[in-house]
């Protein structure tokens, strides 16, 4: 019999608390107990777990799929290089910028979106991410002049006590990248847990009865497209504050594919599956390359090197069958034999007449 | 003047012709059956009325509004509500969730209120207290929790009325409310519907092949047949009306 936490309860606001101070607690002694190497590996993670967490709004949540998002981080990216290196913009205003670029490409984006649902979608986005880096190749030899656009070098501001050098900024941008990462997951949990939220899902699981219901579908897929975009568009940016050159076969379509990967892995349409499928994905990739080199049980063109993409795939395709929602489904379903959170009830009946307590073991709340 | 009142309207898909000049008009606060046989055009009728099929000719309004100038998703706000025949719920959400949803139009909180929380908890609070005693009202409080999927038919079908309900309608439409149930709900059904009607001084537009029931509780009874209107009027004229038993020959159950 699990053990019952009722929503919103003090024992569940100090269970929120321990949590949050925990993540918290992880990332303060990381940061202080870490090689720049590692820092700058975590910042990469976020930036993927960033651009799952906007993929998870449009295609987790809104059902519309896109395998363009590359080009929102690619543009997102590119605009911030170019700004602050061309024109000496403020970082944090090529930031704004960057966003407001891929918003507005991602409405337009949505404008076909209305009409197309599915693989068409999917080939339409697919298409997208196949030309930007023709796009980006002619804006490198037209506008540079030269084979790469450099990335923006984030000084650390003063107030943070951190000077300018190689250990302090990457400190600070693994910081930057937590923070993004939290205000991206905040964001998207805000709108989930909305009334939009529900329109959203509403659309998702049936355009019909949405729209009897008064929803917008035009507004709120466009909209939704544009948003995705956008908090797409901030991965893109911290991706060119670390990176220290952008050339365009930095965001091609197989950039698209790891976020969806990662977003399937985590599991799509739960809040913490993007950011827990991305630090998984990342590491898992990083962990099996590194150790690669020395493999060679596979025989000839996949031993060495290319084995651990190999075993990367495998492992993947193997863990969409065992935990087909993702790994937050598959934790979520194992902790609900040890605790289970009980939703807050509903309005007691206005005649007090019995009052039966509902609980339904298949349901949990999230914690 | 008519609540609703529908005017010479005509759909055709391709070849075939689903509404051929159907009128008929719906008073307030009435219960008004639609029935004929597989086919005849009535869930055509019901797409019209909610703006999902483009009507080819003819005119449709309500209260003083050209309905075939609203776009579907403002059909809500006028008060229209409508249940499916074949179920358009919303599988993956629980059942509150699906009832909240249903109250889509008396909300406001867009994009930017929503992404930044500002000041949208009352309004959350109380679409969720209603929708908690809309299913109540309709016996489906211990499911509250339950994502709809997977439930037994009779049940998602009582919540796509708690769901329309919570839209505060002023005017129902039910597309075969009864089909799937037995007989003792086909009952409990019927006095759900004039309950409602009471509570939420609804007009209802009721298409039923359950003719006890729709005879039982219709103020009045329009009667089609190849998207034309064959009979009108009270439910025992229109029962014993020679052309509605001609359509229904050997159907009438
Ligand atoms: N989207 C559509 N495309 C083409 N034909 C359609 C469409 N919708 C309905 N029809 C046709 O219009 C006619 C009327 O269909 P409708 O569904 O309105 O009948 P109905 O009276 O609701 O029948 P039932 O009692 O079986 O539900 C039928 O011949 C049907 O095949
Ligand atoms: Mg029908």
Redesign the pocket.
């Known amino acids: 019999m699990p053990f019952h936490i009722r929503e919103s309860s003090p024992l569940h606001w100090v269970l929120r608390i321990i949590s949050v101070s925990a993540l918290a607690a992880l990332a303060v002694y990381i940061a202080s107990d870490s090689a720049p190497s590692t820092l700058g590996k975590i910042t990469e993670a976020c930036t993927l777990a960033i651009a799952a967490v906007s993929l998870n709004l449009l295609l987790g949540f809104n059902g519309q799929i896109s395998l363009g998002h590359s080009t929102f981080v690619g543009l997102a990216a590119f605009t911030a290089g170019y700004s602050v290196n061309a024109w000496h913009w403020n970082p944090w205003v090529s930031l704004g910028v960057a966003c407001l670029v891929c918003f507005v490409l991602g409405l337009i984006l949505g404008l076909p979106a209305l009409r197309l649902k599915g693989p068409y979608l999917a080939l339409v986005t697919l298409a997208v991410a196949f030309v930007w880096p023709t796009v980006a190749r002619k804006f490198l030899d037209q506008t540079v002049k030269a084979s790469t656009l450099k990335g923006m070098r984030l000084r650390p501001p003063t107030w943070t006590g951190l000077s300018n050098n190689r250990t302090d900024r990457a400190l600070f941008l693994f910081w930057l990248a937590i923070v993004l990462l939290v205000v991206t997951y905040v964001i998207v949990r805000n709108i989930r847990k909305s009334r939009i939220g529900r329109s959203l899902v509403a659309v998702r699981d049936n355009e019909t009865a949405a729209a009897v219901m008064g929803v917008n579908l035009a507004i709120t897929k466009t909209v939704t497209f544009g948003i995705s975009a956008a908090l797409a568009g901030v991965a893109g940016w911290l991706a060119a504050a670390q990176l220290a050159t952008l050339d365009e076969n930095s965001f091609t379509i197989l950039s698209s594919i790891k976020y969806l990967l990662a977003l399937f892995l985590g599991g799509a349409a739960t809040l913490a599956g993007p950011v827990v499928g991305a630090f998984s994905y990342f590491f898992a990739d990083d962990l099996l390359k590194t150790n690669a080199t020395k493999w060679d049980f596979l025989p000839g063109p996949l031993s060495k090197g290319p084995v651990a993409s190999f075993l990367l795939g495998v492992l993947v395709i193997v863990f969409v069958f065992i935990a087909p929602y993702g790994l937050v489904g598959f934790i979520k379903l194992q902790a609900r034999r040890v605790a289970v959170v009980i939703p807050r009830p509903l309005r007691a009946a206005p005649l007090a007449t019995e009052s039966t307590e509902h609980i339904s073991p298949a349901v949990a709340g999230e914690i | 003047m008519a609540m609703l009142d529908v005017r010479d309207v005509s759909v055709r ?2 070849g ?1 012709v ?1 509404l051929d000049g159907l009128s008929f008009t719906i008073d307030e606060g009435q219960i008004c059956g639609l029935i ?10 019901f ?1 019209v009325i909610s703006r999902i ?1 483009q009507a080819t000719s003819g005119r449709v309004s309500f209260r003083d509004t050209d309905l075939l100038q609203v776009p579907a998703h403002g059909i809500a706000k006028l008060g229209i509500a409508r249940t499916f ?1 074949n179920l358009a719920l919303f599988p993956t959400m629980t059942l509150l969730e699906n009832v909240m949803v249903g109250a889509h139009s008396t909300g406001s909180a867009g994009f930017i209120r929503s992404t930044l929380r500002i000041g949208t908890a009352r309004a959350e609070r109380a679409v969720r207290d209603d929708a908690g005693d809309l299913l109540r009202s309709l016996h489906l409080d211990h499911l509250a929790f339950h994502p709809a999927a997977g439930l037994p038919f009779g049940t998602l079908k009582r919540l796509e009325i708690a769901r329309a309900l919570a839209a505060r309608p002023t005017f129902l439409l039910m ?2 409310p009864a089909s799937g149930l037995t007989h003792s709900e086909v009952d409990e059904l019927s006095e759900t519907i004039m309950r409602i009607r009471d509570e939420f001084k609804l007009a209802v537009l009721l ?1 039923e ?1 359950h003719m006890a029931m729709v005879m039982g509780i219709s103020d009045r009874v329009v009667a089609m047949e190849f ?1 034309r209107k064959i009979a009108e009027g009270a439910p025992a004229a229109v029962q014993s009306d020679e052309r509605v038993i001609a359509a229904y020959l050997g159907t009438t159950t």
């Open positions: 898909f391709g075939i689903a004929g046989p597989n086919g005849a055009g009535k869930t055509t009728m797409n099929y025949q597309d075969e298409v092949h998207g």
